[in-house]
């Protein structure tokens, strides 16, 4: 009977993937570049930091050998 269910299930699952709007590859490429062009100014990870403190990256120690 669990066999049954989960197989169901399973069919279910792929009834649903396969009803999935599908892009081309290229398509979603060039949407990812554009959105990533737009917002680069607000990305301090490309732009950096104003002040080091602003970092929240910045380790707070030196470094130690043991």
């Known amino acids: 009977m669990a066999a049954i269910s989960q197989q169901k299930k399973m069919v279910e699952q792929l009834r649903q993937e396969a009803a999935l709007e599908r892009k081309p590859v290229s398509e979603c ?6 959105f990533v062009e737009k917002e680069k100014e607000g990305d301090c990870l490309v732009t950096g930091f104003a002040a080091k403190k602003d970092n929240p990256f910045q380790e707070s120690g030196g470094c130690s050998l043991l």
């Open 29 to 34: 490429v060039r949407e990812m570049l554009q």
